[in-house]
Nanobody
Framework: VQLVESGGGSVQAGGSLRLSCAHS????????MGWFRQAPGKAREGIAG???????YYADSVKGRFTISRDNAKNIIYLQVSSLTPDDTAMYYC??????????????????WGQGTQVTVS
């Protein structure tokens, strides 16, 4: 499985970004896709997961501000992030796993990871 994130950048507080993750490889290994983030000196934090059928799951910390979606025809998942604050500054990663549980509270269950895209909010 290959995962390539894009769309990060520098943005002012209150702004928005749309992150993308192009994915390829065995479809059964990409049934569940997730977004995570990691700020310097902090543990990796789950943001949202989405199944192939579109069922989505969010961390409480981002509900209402972040939206995950996927285009199965294009093999891309998106993370729309809005109302950004400096606390959202982090490297954002997408990850993939097979079927089963699709929550992002346990990053270790995701088998494949991208290299990340940096989001900086000032």
């Amino acid at each position: 499985v290959q995962l390539v994130e894009s769309g990060g950048g520098s943005v002012q507080a209150g702004g928005s970004l749309r992150l993308s993750c192009a994915h390829s490889g065995y479809p059964s290994s990409r049934h569940c896709m997730g977004w995570f983030r990691q700020a310097p000196g902090k543990a990796r934090e789950g943001i949202a997961g989405i199944r192939r059928n579109g069922d989505a799951y969010y961390a409480d910390s981002v509900k209402g501000r972040f939206t995950i979606s996927r285009d199965n025809a294009k093999n891309i998942i998106y993370l729309q992030v809005s109302s950004l604050t400096p606390d959202d500054t982090a490297m954002y990663y997408c990850a993939a796993k097979g079927g089963g549980y699709c929550g992002t509270d346990s990053p270790e269950i995701f088998a494949s990871w991208g290299q990340g895209t940096q989001v900086t909010v000032s």
